[in-house]
């Protein structure tokens, strides 16, 4: 029994070097990086990273239109081709997540890397590769209404092929 004891120190041991590794790799920078827009003014506020996840999060400043979606595309100073797409928007508020693995080409950040560059891309919806529209009818019970829209690409095509750049790239520091 004295051997099982230490066996489970060793694993307990392993999670929190684990845990404490991830917390000593993870970083939270405050950024006001600005970028202007036809009807208003995204401002990128906050840069989220750890081994396992990115996220850059914003505000919007004047209207915003459901009618497009948005990527922030670049590289690491590793030469990694990196691509964040607007994963959740609610009301003025923001959030783009890194896309490791989603589209072809694109990777994580390198454990090396010190700065990436970034440009702010608009996708309009792309009707071409939709296949489906669910509409829920509003229920005399509640104030709900639902529509959801599916689109559908080939091997190796991808939204961003036809992103059009807006503003200017700019560079974060994340050591």
Not at 131 to 144: H, L, T, W
Request: proline share 3%.
């Amino acid at each position: 029994m004295k051997n099982a004891g230490k066996a489970c120190n060793n694993r307990l041991y392993r999670h929190i070097r684990t845990f404490e590794k991830i917390v000593k790799n993870y970083f939270v920078i405050y950024k006001n990086q600005s970028i202007k827009m036809d009807s208003n003014v995204l401002n990128l506020t906050e840069f989220r990273w750890n081994p396992f996840e990115s996220t850059i999060y914003g505000m919007y400043h004047g209207t915003v239109y459901i009618d497009s979606d948005y990527y922030l595309i670049g590289t690491d100073d590793q030469g990694n081709k990196i691509c964040y797409q607007e994963t959740g928007r609610n009301g003025q508020e923001t959030m783009f997540r890194q896309t490791i693995g989603l589209y072809p080409g694109y990777e994580e950040i390198s454990p090396e890397a010190n700065t990436i560059t970034l440009q702010l891309y608009e996708v309009k919806n792309d009707t071409a590769h939709q296949v489906s529209e669910e509409k829920m009818d509003k229920d005399s019970s509640d104030d709900i209404y639902e529509e959801s829209t599916t689109y559908v690409y080939d091997g190796g095509e991808s939204p961003i092929d036809s992103a059009i750049p807006i503003g200017d790239n700019f560079t974060i520091q994340i050591r």
